[in-house]
Structure formats: C-alpha cells, structure tokens
C-alpha cells in the first residue's frame, strides 16, 4: 500500500541551527518523492522532488534531502535554519504503479526560536 | 488560466445541505487532485483524475461524496447532505501527471 510517515508533529530549533525532518514511505515500485511546504495563510509550495539517479537532491530556499531506499526514507535537510522558515512541511510519495497518485504525510510543523 | 482556482474561498453551511466545490486547474494539466486538510490534519487524499482515465476515488470518505471533472477541465466536488465532521479546507491541485503539484488556494468548508 502506499502510505508516509512523517512521525515528528512538531519540530521546535534555534535560528541558525541545522535542521532533519523525517519522511518514511511505502511504496511497491520505485517511488517518486516530494516535499511541499505551507506557510501560513498561504498554499502549499514544492521544495524539492526526487524522479532517479543522484539520491541527493537539492531544492529551493537552501533544503535538501536525501533518498535512501535500504530505509525507505526521503529526509529533509537544512543546514542552517531561518526564522523565515517556520512552516508545515508535508512529504509525498508516488509512482508508476499508483498511475502517479500523489499520497501525502500528516505533516511536520516547524517551530523556528530566535 | 495562471494558476489553479477554486471556488467558494469559503462556504458556510448548515448540517444536511449539499455543497458543490470548483476547481479550475491550469490550462493543460492532465491530472487534477482533491485532497482535504482538517484543522492540524495532513493532506487526506479524496480522488484523482489523470487524463481520459477513470479516476481514482479511494480517498471519498463515503458516498455522500462525489466528483466529476468535464472536458478534462474544470471540477466539481459534490458533498451531499453535509455533516459536521466535514468542515475542513478542500485543495485542488493539478500537474502534468508526474511532477509539480499546482495547488489552489482551498475553499473552507463550515458546516453548523
């Protein structure tokens, strides 16, 4: 079945600090895997996706993440995080096999203290 | 159009009624996506449309909802005989079927 975890509700870091945040999936096939981001009072913006090759993807506003199959994890990285960031962040997966559905995760909410 | 809209912004109703939802998606987009965000709740997908193909309406949570998309264009989200558990922002999204969801800005749903 095709499913993401995103297990932190909430996330709470210093400004200037770095930042992880979880993705797990299930997916059959070889996934394609997104991350959204939703500020408040606005809709949801793609920060990065993954298709194939290169597991290490690099997307807007300095985030990162990295695909590793062995985990069936797509986590999302920041090496040094802005105030600016404070958001809801929301992994997705799809695919081939799903006619390229996208199923999303409940989502993580950032807490950024200055 | 430039990007996806949808319509009512918001919709207050009262238990019982049936709504209706639009959802204009970008001109071209192949696929068009209804999902439902309830207050601190992710994304629950509701159904997908991708081109000529039947769509894909394992998200409905039951049968007093339904969907229909005309001319590979704009969609109508139908909520009969509303309940108050189905207040929440209802997105639309449309892609070129793989990649870069476009979402609408949601039509908030109240039902008293």
């Known amino acids: 079945a095709q499913s993401v975890t995103q297990p932190d509700i909430h996330i709470t870091v210093s400004e200037g600090a770095s930042l992880e945040l979880r993705c797990n999936y299930s997916?059959?096939?070889?996934?394609?895997l997104f991350w959204y981001v939703q500020s408040p009072g606005q809709g949801l913006q793609l920060l990065l996706k993954?298709?194939?090759?290169?597991?290490l993807v690099q997307g807007i506003k300095g985030f990162e993440a990295e695909f590793k199959r062995s985990q069936s994890s797509f986590n999302l990285r920041k090496p040094s995080v802005h105030w600016s960031d404070a958001a809801e962040y929301f992994c997705?997966?799809?695919?081939?096999?799903?006619?390229?559905?996208?199923?999303f995760g409940s989502g993580t909410r950032l807490l950024v203290r200055p | 159009g430039a990007g996806v809209s949808q319509s009512p912004s918001n919709k207050v109703t009262e238990k019982g009624k049936d709504v209706e939802l639009r959802c204009d998606p970008i001109?071209?987009?192949?696929?068009l996506y209804w999902y439902r965000q309830s207050l601190g709740q992710g994304l629950e997908f509701l159904i997908y449309?991708?081109?000529?193909?039947?769509?894909?309406k394992s998200g409905l949570p039951s049968d007093r909802f339904s969907a229909e998309r005309t001319g590979g264009s704009v969609s109508t989200l139908t909520i009969q005989r509303t309940q108050q558990e189905d207040s929440a922002v209802y997105l639309c999204?449309?892609?070129?079927?793989?990649?870069?969801?476009?979402f609408g800005e949601g039509s908030r749903l109240t039902v008293l």
């Open positions: 999204a449309s892609s070129l079927g793989v990649g870069e969801l476009f």
């Open positions: 997916y059959g096939a070889t996934p394609y």
């Open positions: 993954y298709f194939s090759g290169d597991t």
């Open positions: 997705a997966v799809g695919g081939m096999d799903s006619s390229y559905k996208l199923i």
């Open positions: 001109s071209g987009h192949t696929a």
């Open positions: 449309f991708q081109g000529n193909s039947a769509p894909d």
